[in-house]
């Protein structure tokens, strides 16, 4: 009777240990994927809000309860200051005006563009520019000869450089002329994946960012009413034909580093509960996301 009791006790422990090994090791895989997660920054282009000044889109996104931003170069920076825009070459007195209401609304510029200077020297004020103000890519669509010089900036200011593709004829419309690109480059050179624009191209999203794999390094996520049409506009996240859900279910899987943008080009005048459904979307998709095998 003592021999059968130890053996039970025996077999208890050995299950209980069991089972705090199942726990600790689903706890590690949980840490694993919400750091996956983590990596992503979720923002809006304030070309959305293109109609406002940039002190005015900064207000929008923090309504929609977004911490980033991704700022275009041209954008009136605030009705007080005139003529003042994003441009890169703003003065430090403008950096810090701006600086500081980011502060206040508790947001971050992520990623500018689309921008792609001329000279060397331009380049080298926009790395400038961006490394002042914490900017962490750089949305671009340079030509081809610039890529080496662009390449070393990248490296030295550790600045990420993602090429973005307007839809066909441009010279980036398809993605695998992009990778060939890149592929040979320092990780920091990657691909800014406007899904939106491979849709009026005809190109399959899904697709390209499983062909292009860890060389996308930021998105201008959209969902349109219509694929491969040139005139087809933007719709709320999970309601058109880019299938948003799979997209972020294939980031996830490639384990992306990088900004989110959300371009939302329609409804212009009043498109803020527009953005704010597809934050609502994203958060809904994200947060079921670790459950995805």
């Not at 920076?77 to 500081?100: C, L, P, W, Y």
Request: proline share 3%; hydrophobic share 35%.
């Amino acid at each position: 009777m003592l021999r059968s009791t130890s053996k039970i006790k025996f077999v208890g422990v050995i299950f209980i240990l069991a089972c705090m090994c199942r726990v600790s090791n689903a706890s590690d895989t949980d840490q694993f994927e919400d750091d996956i997660i983590s990596n992503w920054d979720l923002a809006v282009q304030t070309w959305t809000f293109r109609q406002f000044t940039l002190f005015e889109a900064i207000d929008k996104a923090a309504a929609a309860g977004l911490k980033y931003v991704e700022v275009f170069p041209g954008q009136r920076i605030s009705a007080e200051h005139g003529d003042a825009n994003t441009h890169f070459n703003m003065s430090a007195q403008m950096r810090k005006v701006i600086k500081d209401r980011l502060d206040e609304k508790g947001v971050s510029i992520r990623a500018y563009g689309v921008v792609h200077p001329d000279q060397e020297q331009q380049w080298r004020n926009l790395f400038e520019f961006c490394k002042d103000m914490g900017i962490q890519t750089i949305t671009s669509e340079p030509h081809p000869d610039q890529l080496d010089m662009v390449e070393q900036l990248c490296i030295a200011y550790d600045i990420n450089l993602g090429i973005h593709n307007h839809p066909e004829p441009t010279r980036y419309w398809n993605p695998e002329t992009v990778f060939e690109l890149v592929k040979d480059r320092d990780k920091r050179v990657g691909v800014c994946a406007d899904i939106g624009h491979w849709m009026r191209s005809g190109i399959d999203p899904l697709e390209a960012l499983k062909m292009l794999g860890d060389r996308v390094n930021s998105l201008h996520m959209k969902d349109l009413n219509e694929f491969g049409s040139r005139d087809a506009h933007d719709v709320v996240w999970g309601t058109g034909k880019a299938n948003v859900d799979k997209l972020l279910k294939q980031l996830y899987r490639q384990g992306f580093k990088g900004v989110i943008s959300i371009e939302y080009e329609h409804n212009w005048d009043n498109n803020l509960p527009e953005v704010k459904k597809c934050v609502e979307h994203y958060n809904k998709v994200v947060s079921n996301l670790s459950n995805d095998k």
